[in-house]
């Protein structure tokens, strides 16, 4: 099944229903398929050379669901990249593709425009409204329908081959057709380069949600996004939740509309996500867990779960705050040791994932499946004894401290609980005695007076000793991508290279 299906099911069956957008600018269903098959014809245009890959350079928006389902009508591989890389990086992660054709916002465009076929955003959209319709091609479904850029927080990025069989896999699995009312609006507001933006537009399509898209995050473009469009449902990333309940200073969001709020893509601080349950009390919060390779999310922390644990004076429940769930239907998950062998309740591990809708491969290295199908993930976890999930943190994080395994995250969930502290991450650098010194990295709340001594006394009092930070470092800011995610690796540099100078 490829996902041109997809689109044709919603199309035959949604219609004249509202797929994207709103008043003049709505897009409907059918409308979406017009545009899908004449994008199709612009792309399989004649050239020297057949395009190889379809890319997208530029914000989130229409664009983005337009041009993958044009890719995927013409049987041509959807590259979205980065656009918030350098131009040098662009041009390099780009060298790495078959023949791309790209399609640039206006303000990425010169990047591009002398080195590759490319046309501006606009420029596609009424050349794919002009173009006669292209007949669909037919893929097997183990092509290749999106292609995905890691996001190189430990390496240079990779690129992860999602094929048509992995990504329907997920749908099918997760979504039921038609399943939105007619008055849902989904709120979407991660970057196209993301795993999440290309399963959001899957989900929402499959399961007959309008889509809006906010394409440059503010907390008061967000709150006034959900409140004029009457949005349903809204996807963030974990630092977008941040400032927003920042924003509100403990106010309520003035959200009603809103039901269902995903969150992931990074680490949640539980004193984060306290605020937010509170300031949007009637909506239902999820926590996605999912990676590039595995075609979106692979386990899920439902509202009732979210209810359950905040309301729970069992320490063993309300911890599940901080867990990411449960498998989603089709995904199996083992915990392992350094040796391979499978780990039990609470013991903490490698996580291992198998289903239909994990990828597990990267072009130029090929398949990472174990014979029996299993992916690694390289995130250390354990499973509770209902089996929910916690995840500890990358494997490359890891610090090694007088022999003893120290995940980065278990201090830095205790940091977020200091009210003095807006951010904060923990890095291993190398000490003689030791091994590794752990060193926190602290951003200041605005107004705040809180000293390196009282970071070092609240984590002891919180952890054990060997847990305490060898020494604190400020910073007015930290690294990370615009899916929340720490860029570890840049921290490192900078303290390391500080300490050097």
């Not at 990472?368 to 690694?376: I, K, R, S, T």
Request: net charge negative.
């Amino acid at each position: 099944m490829s996902l041109s299906l997809l689109l044709e099911m919603a199309s035959s069956g949604l219609g004249d229903r509202v797929a994207l957008g709103r008043g003049d600018d709505a897009i409907t269903f059918t409308r979406l398929a017009e545009l899908a098959a004449g994008g199709a014809a612009v792309l399989t245009e004649p050239r020297d050379r057949p395009v190889g890959h379809a890319v997208l350079l530029g914000r989130n928006g229409p664009i983005m669901p337009h041009l993958l389902f044009a890719s995927t009508h013409a049987g041509i591989p959807f590259t979205p990249m980065n656009y918030r890389l350098a131009a040098d990086q662009i041009r390099e992660l780009l060298a790495d593709l078959d023949n791309p054709f790209v399609v640039a916002d206006e303000d990425y465009l010169p990047i591009v425009a002398d080195v590759y076929p490319s046309v501006s955003t606009e420029q596609f959209v009424a050349a794919s409204a002009a173009a006669t319709p292209a007949e669909a091609v037919f893929v097997e479904d183990s092509a290749s329908a999106v292609m995905l850029f890691t996001s190189g927080t430990t390496s240079k990025p990779k690129i992860v081959p999602l094929r048509h069989e992995n990504l329907t896999s997920y749908i099918l699995n997760t979504v039921e057709f038609a399943s939105a009312a007619e008055d849902d609006t989904a709120l979407v507001t991660v970057p196209p380069y993301h795993i999440a933006a290309v399963g959001s537009v899957l989900s929402n399509l499959y399961s007959g949600r309008r889509v809006v898209y906010l394409p440059d995050f503010s907390p008061e473009a967000w709150l006034e996004l959900v409140r004029s469009e009457n949005v349903t449902t809204a996807m963030v990333v974990p630092t977008m939740v941040s400032r927003i309940v920042e924003h509100l200073a403990g106010a309520d969001a003035g959200a009603p509309s809103l039901r269902t709020m995903s969150y992931g893509g990074a680490r949640m601080p539980g004193a984060v996500l306290e605020k937010a349950l509170q300031a949007f009390g009637n909506c239902g919060f999820v926590n996605a867990y999912g990676l590039t390779e595995t075609s979106s999310t692979i386990a899920l922390l439902g509202p009732d779960d979210h209810r359950i644990a905040l309301a729970s004076d069992d320490e063993a429940v309300r911890a599940r705050l901080g867990s990411v769930g449960q498998p989603v239907p089709g995904i199996e998950m083992e915990i392992r040791d350094d040796d391979g062998a499978v780990l039990g309740v609470r013991e903490v591990g490698e996580l291992w994932v198998r289903g239909p809708q994990v990828s597990g491969e990267y072009v130029g290295k090929g398949s990472v499946l174990d014979a029996q199908g299993w992916f690694p993930t390289k995130d250390r976890a354990y499973l509770d004894e209902d089996g929910y999930l916690f995840i500890e943190g990358r494997s490359d994080d890891t610090i090694i401290r007088g022999g003893e395994n120290i995940a980065p995250a278990e201090i830095e969930e205790v940091l977020f609980a200091h009210p003095g502290v807006l951010d904060a991450a923990i890095i291993g650098v190398p000490d003689d005695e030791w091994g590794e010194r752990i060193v926190a990295v602290i951003v200041r709340r605005p107004g705040a007076e809180v000293t390196s001594d009282d970071i070092r006394a609240w984590t002891r009092a919180r952890l054990r000793g060997s847990r305490t930070p060898d020494a604190v470092v400020w910073r007015d800011e930290l690294p990370h991508t615009p899916t929340g995610k720490l860029l570890r690796r840049d921290v490192v540099a900078d303290v390391v290279e500080s300490a050097l100078g």
